[in-house]
């Protein structure tokens, strides 16, 4: 099996051992990704719904940097700081992922770096 790492100016790039992706037998396999902006690689906190908003903006240019996008996802992680916003999360993540929705679990976890919400995902090429 090959495997082949995901880079894209339009993510985070990492600061740590980890690719933004791994493309292997056909699946893209995306790193847990927070509200980091990918022009100035610093931290974005603001409201729960901006740091949701910029998260999914990077899933999503890593997913068509590896030739994928968020409509070929078939599983997503979430993990939420404070699961009072679980139902903002269910509202903004309609914006971004079509039916049928991926798999999901939602997972209440203190992303580093005070992230309210930090997501990595499972999609096909």
Same mark, same amino acid.
């Given at each position: 099996? !090959?495997?082949?790492? =995901?880079?894209? %100016?339009?993510?985070?790039?990492? @600061? !740590?051992?980890? %690719? ?7 699946? =893209?396999? =995306? ?7 990918p ?7 603001? %409201? ?17 940097? !590896?030739? %994928? /996008? ?8 979430v993990?939420? !700081?404070?699961? /009072?916003?679980?139902? @903002?999360?269910?509202?903004?993540y ?10 999901? /679990? ?10 309210? =919400?930090?997501?990595e ?5």
């Amino acid at each position: 099996m !090959a495997k082949q790492p =995901v880079t894209t %100016s339009e993510a985070p790039i990492p @600061k !740590a051992p980890y %690719s933004q992706a791994i493309v292997a037998n056909g699946f =893209v396999f =995306v790193s847990g990704q927070a509200a980091i902006d990918p022009k100035t690689g610093e931290p974005k906190h603001g %409201s729960f719904e901006d740091e949701l908003r910029l998260t999914l903006s990077n899933l999503k240019a890593i997913l068509e940097a !590896a030739g %994928s /996008s968020l409509d070929k996802v078939v599983k997503v992680t979430v993990f939420l !700081a404070d699961m /009072s916003n679980f139902p @903002k999360l269910n509202e903004i993540y309609r914006e971004f992922f079509p039916e049928p929705f991926p798999a999901r /679990s939602t997972i209440q976890a203190l992303p580093p770096g005070g992230f309210q =919400v930090e997501i990595e995902c499972i999609a096909v090429l």
